[in-house]
């Protein structure tokens, strides 16, 4: 699989033959400035929530990719099929077969609404299940033990993309803790450094994944890496 860092929790995940585009919010990042909305392709929008920080350009991703479904909680999928927008809807707990493999809503701990301040549902995270590997996408998310439960329920994880900015969500040590609830050896790290209550020290996130023996992965915004 191919994994595209566009910041903050925006990537491009290529794995089972599809495109899937996770949380796009890339023009309101001020770190993202040399990234071109406009040339993004995907066949599937993933959204872990409704805040403003993960949906920023999901309409601009819509108009360009009108082939492309989005994938939400029940009420995030009920605000944009309302829309016109070609979704599918999907609840906490649940696994569904797609066209490149099994997607299933799992628990964050978070908040959500709209940028209006209406009821979005709850936040999710994803696991990936394909033909080439098996991800877990946490969404913006505390630690909580029920990633304990992910590796006793999914297929074994070759990558988990984590938040590790801490103020809205996990910290880095945190975040370590649920690599291990994880049984998960290789973390991409997101959420961090794209507003100053965020900005965090990478050497010492590296590290602290190290002294566990995990791998902490920091992408450059724009680059693409293989797993
Ligand atoms: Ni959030
Ligand atoms: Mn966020």
Same mark, same amino acid.
Do not use: F, K, S
């Given at each position: 699989m191919k994994i595209t860092y566009y910041g903050h929790s925006c990537f491009l995940v290529e794995t089972g033959g599809k495109r899937l585009l996770f949380d796009p919010f890339i023009s !309101? /990042?001020?770190?993202? !400035? %040399?990234? %071109?909305? /406009?040339?993004i392709r995907c066949d599937y929008i993933l959204l872990t929530h409704a805040h403003s920080d993960h949906i920023g350009d999901l309409e601009t991703i819509v108009r360009n990719n009108p082939e492309a479904t989005l994938v939400g909680i029940w009420e995030i999928h009920a605000h944009y099929s309302a829309k016109g927008f070609r979704t599918h809807p999907m609840n906490k707990g649940g696994w569904r077969s797609f066209d490149f493999g099994r997607l299933k809503m799992v628990n964050a701990v978070h908040s959500s609404s709209f940028p209006d301040g209406s009821y979005a549902g709850e936040p999710v995270g994803f696991i990936v299940h394909t033909t080439d590997g098996t991800i877990y996408v946490a969404g913006d998310t505390a630690l #909580?033990? *029920?990633?304990?439960l992910i590796p006793q329920t999914c297929p074994p994880l070759d990558l988990a993309v984590l938040p590790i900015g801490s103020n809205f969500t996990m910290d880095i040590h945190d975040a370590v803790i649920a690599s291990v609830f994880l049984q998960c050896r290789q973390i991409i790290g997101c959420h961090? *450094? #794209?507003f100053g209550f965020i900005k965090i020290n990478h050497e010492e996130a590296i590290n602290a994944f190290a002294e566990q023996s995990k791998e902490l992965i920091l992408l450059p915004i724009g680059e693409t890496k293989a797993f």
């Open positions: !309101g /990042n001020p770190l993202a !400035g %040399h990234i %071109h909305v /406009n040339n #909580t033990r *029920d990633m304990e961090y *450094d #794209t």
